[in-house]
Nanobody
C-alpha cells in the first residue's frame, strides 16, 4: 500500500509562487512514476507534471505549465514537490499527488487513468 500526504499550497496573488509537497509512505514495492494533478471547481482533473520515481530521470509537463512549474523529489525524505512560479488565477484548484503501481513507468502524456494511489489534495488559490 502506498500512502500520499500533501502539504503546502495556500493563497497567493497572481505572479507569485507556491510549493506543494507530497510525503510518500509505503509497505509495498516503490511506484515507478509519480505525478501532480489539479482539479478546479466544476472542471475535470488535469495532469500537471510527472517524473520517474525514485530516479527523477525524466520529467513531463503539461504545456500550460512548462517553464513555470517544476516537479522534483527528495529521495532521502521520500517527498515529491511541485514548485509553482508566475502563477495565474487559472491555476486555482485542488492539487493532488498521485503514484502509479510498481510495474508501470511514466507515459509521455499525464493521464489520471495511469495512477492508482492518490493523496487527499491541497488547495491552491491565486487571486488577481
Amino acid at each position: 500500500q502506498v500512502q500520499l500526504l500533501e502539504s503546502g499550497g495556500g493563497s497567493v496573488q497572481a505572479g507569485g509562487s507556491l510549493r506543494v509537497s507530497c510525503a510518500v509512505s509505503r509497505n509495498t514495492a516503490s511506484p515507478r512514476c509519480m505525478g501532480w494533478f489539479r482539479q478546479a471547481l466544476g472542471k475535470e482533473r488535469e495532469g500537471v507534471a510527472q517524473l520517474y520515481w525514485p530516479s527523477g530521470a525524466e520529467t513531463y509537463y503539461a504545456d500550460s505549465v512548462k517553464g513555470r512549474f517544476t516537479i522534483s523529489r527528495d529521495n532521502a525524505k521520500d517527498t515529491l514537490y511541485l514548485q509553482m512560479s508566475s502563477l495565474k488565477p487559472g491555476a486555482t484548484a485542488i492539487y493532488y499527488c498521485a503514484a502509479t503501481y510498481a510495474g508501470r513507468g511514466c507515459a509521455r502524456s499525464i493521464e489520471a487513468s495511469d495512477y492508482v494511489h492518490w493523496g487527499q489534495g491541497a488547495q491552491v488559490t491565486v487571486s488577481s
